[in-house]
């Protein structure tokens, strides 16, 4: 389905100029994405704020609204504002940046597949180990080891 202004997909499959995630299969990239959000609506804050900030001064300092400049350079509150501040952004970013890595860790702490490559002189060659074993009671059941 195809609209003007944007591309919409209707499967979980990747779409020709495609806009946005596809729909997340699991928990992880469900993290990832509302990771990426996050990050975005710190990006879209913090340049509203600065181009806000860089027109009112702009405006403000003007030559013709104040043809002779001011004479000061030291303004201690704000100078404690603009080193706080950003320091503030990239705890609030990396704080769940930090825990989403560390989930994944718990993933890889119990593989249900493992594939080793080795490197031969003129060929590569593959080892496969499943971690399923099945049940000698219940054959249809499986158990993870």
Not at 97 to 113: G, K, Q
Request: hydrophobic content about 50%; aromatic content about 12%; overall charge negative.
């Amino acid at each position: 389905m195809t609209n003007w202004l944007w591309v919409r997909s209707q499967a979980d499959a990747p779409t020709p100029w495609q806009m946005g995630f596809q729909d997340p299969a699991t928990a992880a990239m469900e993290g990832i994405v509302d990771l990426h959000h996050d990050i975005c609506f710190f990006l879209i804050t913090i340049l509203v704020l600065v181009l806000w900030l860089g027109i009112r001064i702009l405006v403000g300092f003007h030559h013709t609204r104040q043809p002779v400049p001011e004479r000061f350079n030291h303004h201690t509150t704000l100078e404690l504002v603009w080193a706080i501040l950003p320091s503030l952004v990239v705890t609030l970013i990396a704080l769940p940046s930090l825990t989403l890595i560390y989930t994944f860790d718990d993933l890889i702490a119990r593989p249900s597949l493992t594939v080793k490559v080795i490197g031969r002189q003129w060929y590569w060659s593959y080892e496969m180990k499943e971690h399923v074993q099945y049940s000698l009671a219940n054959p249809s059941k499986l158990l993870e080891l």
